[in-house]
C-alpha cells in the first residue's frame, strides 16, 4: 500500500491581525495571512523580491485543543510564526452565482517565533 503526504512549511510574517469566528457548534477558527519572501540577483546584478501570500487556517480540534485560542491571543499583525500544515483547496458559489476558489494552509501546528516589541 502507498501512502502520500499533504504538508506544508512556512515560516513568515503574519499579514493582518487575525479574524476569528465562533461556529455554529460552538468551536472557533481562526484565519489569517501569512507573508514569506525570497531575494535573489538577476542577470543584471540587481536585487529582486518575491512575496507570497498564505492564507491560513486554524481550527480548535474536538480533543479540546485550543490553537484558534492561541491564535486569538497571541498572534498579531507582523509576528514571525512557523506554521505547519496541509494544503486544502475549496470552491464555492458566490452571491453573484459565480463559483470561487481558494487554497488554504489548515494549520496543524503553530510557533511563535518572536522578535516583536
Known sequence: MSRSLNKAILIGNVGSDPEIRTVGTGGKVAQFSLATSRSWNDQSGNKQEKTEWHRCVVWNNSR??????????????????????????????????????????????????GGRA
Do not use: C, F, H, P
Open 64 to 113: 479540546g485543543s485550543g490553537l484558534a485560542d492561541v491564535v486569538e491571543r497571541y498572534v498579531k499583525k507582523g509576528e514571525k510564526i512557523y506554521v505547519e500544515g496541509e494544503i486544502e483547496y475549496r470552491q464555492w458559489t458566490d452571491k453573484e452565482n459565480q463559483t470561487r476558489y481558494t487554497t488554504e494552509i489548515r494549520v496543524r501546528e503553530l510557533m511563535l517565533l
